[in-house]
């Protein structure tokens, strides 16, 4: 069974701009999560989608959204840019809610802002 | 926040000595899950214990959970340079969202 898939692995951008990452899950797992990691923050939860629906949300600015689509494949955006947005984007599949079930992480987006 | 916090940060230890490392968290959970990362494999899922089961193993690997003091230990038998890794535990306090910890940086000589 095919992993976890994120595109790009790694993206440089300037403050202002906009940018979407790409997250493929296991076939078969409907629930994706993504996550921000950071030397100073850690892992932190963005948002987990499931079925198409967002399920939760972190305590992140409105600047990040996200969305999955009908074949469980899932998006996220990060409006104007700004340097603190620079981290490793990690997303999760799993078969339920993330806190239920094992998560199978990707490789991870690494973003750069300049 | 973290809902979760790891103990020791960093471990050093040598080639078939044993690991422990503690998760303390704040709020009850429903259940928690141990991860390690490394460079060479990301972020991989090692346990899941729910809130009603005391004990789990898996291979070299054994978890204890005590919910009336809220915490959570890892133990790693008979280490191998490839278990040089950082360890997270993960709970699940609100609404079944994953927390993770700090992690503890686990180093292994050989």
């Known amino acids: 069974k095919a992993g976890v898939t994120q595109t790009p692995r790694y993206l440089i951008k300037t403050r202002g701009q906009q940018v979407t990452l790409s997250c493929s899950p296991i076939?078969?797992?409907?629930?994706v999560s993504w996550y921000q990691q950071t030397p100073g923050q850690g892992l932190q939860f963005l948002f987990e989608?499931?079925?198409?629906?967002?399920?939760n949300k972190g305590n992140f600015p409105g600047r990040f959204s996200g969305r999955q689509f009908s074949n469980s494949r899932s998006e996220m955006n990060v409006s104007t840019l700004e340097l603190g947005d620079s981290a490793l984007y990690l997303c999760?599949?799993?078969?339920?809610?993330?806190?239920?079930?094992?998560?199978?992480f990707g490789p991870g987006t690494r973003l750069t802002v300049t | 926040s973290q809902q979760g916090e790891e103990d020791p940060q960093a471990l050093s230890i040598q080639e078939g000595e044993n690991a422990t490392m503690n998760c303390s968290y704040k709020?009850?959970?429903?259940?928690l899950q141990w991860y390690r990362q490394n460079s060479g494999r990301g972020l991989v899922h090692l346990i899941l214990?729910?809130?009603?089961?005391r004990e789990k193993h898996s291979g070299r690997l054994r978890v204890t959970l005590d919910t009336s003091k809220k915490s959570s230990s890892l133990l790693i038998t008979a280490s191998r340079a490839a278990d040089t890794a950082s360890y997270f535990c993960?709970?699940?306090?609100?609404?079944?969202?994953?927390?993770f910890g700090a992690g503890t940086t686990v180093t292994v000589r050989a």
């Open positions: 999760a599949s799993s078969l339920g809610t993330s806190g239920r079930f094992e998560q199978y």
């Open positions: 076939s078969g797992h409907r629930s």
């Open positions: 989608y499931f079925s198409e629906t967002q399920r």
């Open positions: 709020t009850s959970i429903n259940n």
């Open positions: 214990i729910r809130s009603n089961e």
């Open positions: 993960a709970t699940d306090a609100i609404d079944y969202k994953l927390s």
